[in-house]
C-alpha cells in the first residue's frame, strides 16, 4: 500500500496546485485514476499572516504543528507543505514534529544538481528571498545563486499577496516576472526558482527566459516518489 500524504497548506492556490500535481501525475506510478490517499489541513491565510510579517516564525511554527498534529490521527505517514515562505519556521517544527517532513528547498536543490544548474535565481515573496531557506541547501549542494533586487523583491511580493494567491493573473504582471528572470539571466543564472507556490500559475517553462524549477510540482512529485517506493 502507498503511504498517505499529508500536505500542510498555507495559501490556497499554491496547496491546490500541489494537491491537484499529486492526484493528476499518481496516475504515471500507479495506474489510471489512481493516486496515494492525500489530506490537506490548512489554517486561514491571514492567520499566517499575524506572524510572518513580524518575522515571528514561532507563531508560524505554532500553526504549523496543528496542522500537523491533525493530519498525523488523520493517518498520514509523513508531511509536505506547498509553501516556501514558511519554511523558515522548519527546523522549529521538524524535530517534534509527529510525522517527518519533505523539505521543500532540498527537492528543488536536488532537481538543481541532478541538472546541472550553476547558478540559480531565486523568485519568491520577500520574505522567503531575503531568507537563508533556499541559500543553505544550494551551498551544500555546491549551487551558486542570485536574488532580484530590493525594489524588484517589493514589487514581486506586492504581486503575489495582492494577485496570485487571489488567483488574479495580469498580463501585465507576467511580462514584469519575463523582465525580472531575463535580468537574473544577465547575472549569469542558467535557471530559476518559482520559490513561491503561485508563481508557476504565472510563470511558465514556455514564457520564462530561463528553464524553470517549480517548487510546487517538485515538492509534489517527490512526495508521489516517497509514498510509492515507501
Not at 7 to 32: D, F, H, K, N, Q
Request: glycine share 6%.
Amino acid at each position: 500500500m502507498p503511504q498517505h500524504i499529508g500536505i500542510v497548506a498555507c495559501s490556497a492556490e499554491g496547496a491546490a496546485l500541489c494537491y491537484r500535481t499529486i492526484c493528476l501525475e499518481g496516475a504515471e506510478l500507479m495506474g489510471t485514476h489512481n493516486h496515494p490517499e492525500v489530506s490537506l489541513h490548512t489554517h486561514s491565510l491571514a492567520a499566517y499572516m499575524r506572524f510572518i510579517p513580524k518575522g515571528d516564525w514561532a507563531g508560524v511554527a505554532q500553526l504549523m504543528m496543528s496542522s500537523a498534529e491533525k493530519l498525523a490521527r488523520a493517518g498520514a505517514d509523513f508531511l509536505i507543505c506547498p509553501d516556501n515562505t514558511i519554511h523558515q519556521a522548519f527546523d522549529l517544527v521538524a524535530h517534534r514534529s509527529p510525522r517527518p517532513w519533505l523539505h521543500i528547498a532540498q527537492e528543488v536543490a536536488c532537481e538543481a544538481k541532478r541538472s546541472h544548474f550553476k547558478r540559480l535565481g531565486i523568485l519568491g515573496t520577500r520574505f522567503l528571498m531575503e531568507s537563508a531557506v533556499y541559500s543553505e541547501k544550494l551551498e551544500t549542494a555546491g549551487i551558486d545563486h542570485r536574488t532580484p533586487g530590493a525594489g524588484q523583491r517589493e514589487r514581486i511580493n506586492q504581486i503575489i499577496f495582492d494577485e496570485l494567491v487571489n488567483a488574479v493573473f495580469l498580463p501585465d504582471s507576467r511580462a514584469y516576472f519575463s523582465d525580472v528572470i531575463r535580468g537574473l539571466k544577465s547575472e549569469g543564472c542558467d535557471a530559476v526558482v518559482l520559490g513561491c507556490t503561485e508563481i508557476p500559475l504565472i510563470v511558465t517553462a514556455e514564457s520564462s527566459p530561463l528553464p524553470t524549477l517549480d517548487s510546487t510540482r517538485l515538492l509534489a512529485r517527490a512526495a508521489l516518489r516517497k509514498a510509492v517506493n515507501r
